[in-house]
């Protein structure tokens, strides 16, 4: 891990507009993730963490607020540049794992690399790089009805490395499997983070995951209400701006 | 029984036997997919990445299209079955539609045109009218005269019965003939012209007028009314006319031929020699020392090509001359349009077929479509909002969807028409019979008709669900899902 910042979140709001009903979920935030940092987002039902994981993947767009991955400000990005950066530079693990069923365990894991400038031996070469990481080089031609939760997981997880993104964003990826499937997922994203330098950014109810990352931030009612250090909890802090 | 047998046949076989080539093509599809991938993975390699991958991507995603389908085989089916069974009406009303557009439509030259008795229906007019208006048309100027060996021709309809009774007068023992010089049959019959038959058809139809010009008494059928009175060419019968139109008139007939299969616009019909019906009036006046009432009035129709307005113009001045052709008078008209005005009974259900029934049909292809893709974007909005998150742009989500419907609707659309083309018309056309024409024919451009009609129904009917897969808020999807 290095202490340089790979994403930066300044001033950040978001807020939903139901009927006549003004929602703030997420407000005025601060937040400073530096590369290779496994963080882990908690915090109650509604307290906003998906929303903020959803915008430092790209996937929303702020009220206001700035958020900058690496060197590039993607709050300020039409949907189709997004689309684009989302390719390249983020991985996201879904608690669902979201696989396509009609295609196998390859097919799915090449998807967004469909979307790459890549040549047919390339592709194959990252896909298989891929899978074999996640150990389920013996599992191509499987599609998800034929594979367990966690085999499913560990095929989602492939997709989202295999464009050797910047960024890993996995939403309660433990959430639907059982306690020893969830420890072998945790294990791989640890291994990645290691071996790989990832960064990691984790929503997750489950406090035995949210003890494997680094650092874990607590939000409540869309504020930030405490930043720690994996086993050193601690007070909010202000971060420089 | 046999009603279970049917319902059988159609309710079980049938769809699975129109499946099978539709699951045959998807295969066929993915099959090609496949290979064009292989074979784009290994010409690409040369080609700068960019442009490459893109080259590379299309086959991949029409795998993904084509898994998609056959991811609810129940749905693709009953989707594919639905715009089959529609498309096929659909074939079947432009079928006779286009063919009366056809017929009722002006040519601008080497038309026919039709005279007729001005007032009187049927029309019947002497016979000194054919040499007389022969003599007009061929003394037009120059230009304009039409040839009395090939561009003239009379009809004469005569109703017989091969049962004198005319009370046991029926489908089986009734031929109406076509009374007319034979050569006129190599000429001026439409879709019988020598040009246009085959080879074989044109040379069936040369030997037929020359055994109707050898013996008088020679007849021509078609083989749907041969089989309907069950006789062969060369057999020998006598008819009785219809007391109503030629009483006490007798033929002494030997059937020498048929029409071509290819024509099928005459199935029903039979042809015999005007010359012998003449000559059959003529012996009733020697035996009975009196005309036969007909004697006088048995031309129906003059048919003349003409090779413009303006010929037709000076023919019909030429008629309307004081003291020519007055008794009775006569008028001229395009052919086309005297078959009009004998459609004009029909124009209402014409109409509606054309107005009503077609865009109907086609609604409700959009309608089965739309439903179907509706349900399927509505249950794969998650994938579609994985996509988004993979980096695939709205567009590349909507070609998706747009792709399953398009492969859908154009397969049915081609398979329904291919084997319509091909079935219907081996087996003898559509039987509806509508004016004087009793059967139609599926026209060779329905091979491109349906695939065109099943994209554009499918397009239709999924754009809007497909604008709302490609318009899928991701966080929206995963919050519900969440």
């Known amino acids: ?241 | 029984m046999k009603i279970v047998l049917v319902l059988f046949l159609v309710l079980f076989v049938g769809p699975f036997v129109l499946l099978l080539p539709f699951f045959g093509m998807l295969g066929a599809m993915e099959l090609c997919a496949r290979v064009g991938g292989r074979l784009s993975e290994s010409l690409t390699a040369t080609l700068p990445p960019k442009f490459g991958a893109a080259v590379i991507a299309i086959p991949k995603f029409a795998i993904i299209i084509l898994k998609s389908i056959r991811r609810n085989l129940l749905r693709s089916s009953l989707s594919y079955l639905a715009v089959f069974v529609m498309v096929l009406v659909i074939t079947g009303i432009w079928s006779i539609l286009t063919f009366l557009d056809a017929a009722t439509s002006a040519k601008a030259a080497n038309f026919k045109a039709l005279v007729t008795d001005k007032f009187q229906i049927p029309s019947q007019m002497p016979p000194s009218y054919i040499g007389e208006l022969t003599r007009e048309a061929a003394n037009l100027p120059a230009g304009m005269r039409a040839d009395p060996a090939k561009d003239v021709m009379t009809w004469s309809f005569v109703g017989t019965s091969l049962d004198p009774d005319p009370s046991k007068r029926s489908q089986e023992n009734m031929i109406i003939f076509f009374s007319m010089d034979p050569r006129g049959l190599l000429n001026m019959m439409d879709d019988l012209e020598q040009d246009r038959l085959s080879p074989a058809d044109a040379k069936q139809m040369r030997e037929n007028v020359a055994a109707m010009q050898t013996n008088i008494k020679g007849i021509v059928l078609s083989e749907e009314k041969l089989r309907t009175i069950n006789r062969k060419v060369g057999d020998r019968l006598k008819v009785y006319c219809f007391p109503g139109q030629y009483k006490d008139i007798e033929f002494d007939v030997e059937i020498v031929g048929t029409f071509p299969r290819s024509a099928g616009r005459y199935d029903g019909s039979a042809i015999l020699n005007l010359e012998y019906l003449q000559k059959s009036l003529d012996a009733y006046e020697r035996k009975t020392g009196k005309q036969h009432p007909m004697s006088n009035r048995y031309i129906n129709l003059f048919w003349v090509r003409v090779p413009n307005e303006d010929a037709m113009r000076a023919l019909a001045e030429s008629l309307d001359k004081p003291g020519r052709f007055s008794t009775p008078p006569v008028k001229i008209e395009r052919g086309s349009s005297a078959v009009s005005s004998f459609l004009d009974a029909y124009k209402d259900i014409i109409a509606g077929m054309r107005y009503l029934l077609v865009p109907a049909i086609v609604a409700v292809m959009i309608l089965v479509i739309a439903n179907a893709i509706s349900i399927s974007v509505r249950e794969r909005r998650p994938e579609m909002a994985v996509l988004k998150v993979l980096g695939f742009q709205p567009w590349q989500v909507l070609i998706l969807i747009l792709g399953e419907a398009l492969i859908v609707g154009v397969l049915a659309g081609g398979l329904c028409t291919t084997l319509a083309y091909y079935g219907v018309n081996a087996r003898g056309g559509i039987q509806f019979p509508i004016a004087f024409f009793g059967k139609f024919f599926i026209p060779v451009e329905s091979l491109w008709w349906g695939p065109v009609l099943g994209a554009i129904a499918a397009i239709a009917g999924s754009v809007v669900p497909a604008w709302s897969a490609r318009s899928v808020r991701v966080s929206e999807v995963f919050a519900k899902i969440a």
């Open chain 1, 1 to 241: 891990m290095t202490n340089k910042p790979i994403v930066q979140v300044r001033d950040l709001y978001k807020s939903f507009t139901r009927g006549a009903e003004k929602i703030e979920v997420l407000t005025d935030l601060n937040v400073d993730v530096a590369e290779g940092e496994f963080l882990a987002l908690m915090g109650p039902s509604g307290s906003g963490k998906t929303t903020l994981l959803n915008l430092i993947a790209g996937l929303d767009q702020p009220t206001s607020g700035k958020i900058l991955v690496g060197d590039q400000e993607i709050s300020a990005m039409t949907e189709s540049q997004l689309a684009r950066w989302r390719t390249r530079h983020v991985g996201f693990v879904f608690q669902f794992y979201h696989l396509l069923p009609v295609l196998t365990a390859y097919e799915n894991v090449e998807l967004p690399l469909l979307l790459m400038p890549l040549t047919a031996a390339e592709r194959k070469r990252q896909v298989l790089n891929a899978l074999e990481l996640v150990q389920l080089s013996n599992r191509l031609s499987h599609r998800p009805g034929m594979l367990s939760g966690g085999q499913q997981q560990r095929v989602g997880i492939a997709r989202a490395i295999v464009t050797d993104p910047t960024l890993i964003v996995a939403d309660e990826p433990t959430g639907d499997l059982d306690s020893k499937s969830a420890n072998e997922i945790l294990s791989l994203l640890d291994l990645l983070r290691e071996s790989l330098n990832k960064t990691i950014i984790m929503v997750t109810h489950d406090p035995h995951a949210a003890e494997r990352a680094q650092r874990l931030l607590h939000l409540e009612k869309g504020r930030l209400v405490m930043d720690s250090t994996q086993g050193e909890p601690r007070p909010t802090v202000a971060f420089p701006r």
